[in-house]
């Protein structure tokens, strides 16, 4: 009966699970205390709903020796969830993530190793999407009229994943450009997701 049970407990689970993406950043918790933000347009794993909320899981990696960063790959560091404060002061003590749930260690192809793992966490309904295209057109109408007017507009192949969000940076701290935060992750996320890398 219980082999049973756990068998319809994973089977529901299996069938219901479906991805969808963060329309925003999300302030994440842990025992009811803030432990830092998942980012818009990371997709998460559905794992149950009711009419208010979704019970989500987002899979990526975090280096070893480094797990303030859950990022998509070893290669394309693009962020998923970083588990800092407001003030970008570390949420935790110690070298070992205590919220991250590790699935495996792997290494990359340069040695370095990395632990791929998942976190788990309880949105709003209206904070997912299961079409990112809205969000893309919003951010890819925000990037051309802010940044076309000083210099010719970046193709999105001009650079890599990891390249992107040091080239949006720079712009705003140069003063070419001004941007909110949110509106910020939002380009850096389009930008990231059409870069020359991406899947």
């Known amino acids: 009966m219980k082999k049973l049970?756990?068998?319809t407990v994973a089977l529901s689970t299996l069938l219901f699970?479906?991805?969808?993406?963060?329309?925003n950043d999300e302030t994440i918790f842990s025992d009811n205390k803030p432990v830092g933000f998942a980012t818009i347009l990371t997709p998460v794993e559905v794992l149950s709903q009711d009419k208010n909320s979704s019970k989500v899981e987002i899979i990526g990696y975090v280096n070893e020796y480094y797990q303030v960063k859950?990022?998509?790959?070893?290669m394309l560091a693009e962020d998923f969830i970083v588990f800092e404060d407001e003030n970008a002061t570390v949420s935790y003590?110690?070298?070992?993530?205590?919220?991250i749930k590790v699935l495996e260690k792997i290494e990359d192809n340069y040695g370095e190793s990395w632990l791929k793992a998942k976190f788990s966490l309880e949105v709003n309904n209206?904070?997912?999407?299961?079409?990112?295209n809205t969000l893309y057109n919003e951010a890819?109408?925000?990037?051309e009229q802010s940044c076309s007017p000083c210099h010719r507009l970046h193709d999105t192949k001009e650079f890599t994943i990891s390249q992107w969000p040091l080239n949006v940076e720079e712009m705003i701290s140069s003063g070419f450009v001004f941007f909110e935060p949110?509106?910020?992750?939002?380009?850096?996320?389009?930008?990231?997701?059409n870069a020359k890398?991406?899947?």
Do not use: C, F, V
């Not at 949110?182 to 997701?193: C, N, V």
């Open 182 to 193: 949110s509106q910020r992750d939002l380009i850096i996320k389009y930008l990231q997701h």
């Open 5 to 7: 049970l756990i068998t």
């Open 17 to 23: 699970s479906k991805t969808m993406y963060l329309q």
């Open 70 to 74: 859950l990022i998509k790959d070893p």
């Open 93 to 99: 003590e110690g070298d070992e993530n205590p919220y």
């Open 126 to 132: 209206d904070s997912l999407t299961n079409d990112p």
């Open 140 to 143: 890819k109408n925000l990037y």
């Open 197 to 199: 890398d991406a899947n």
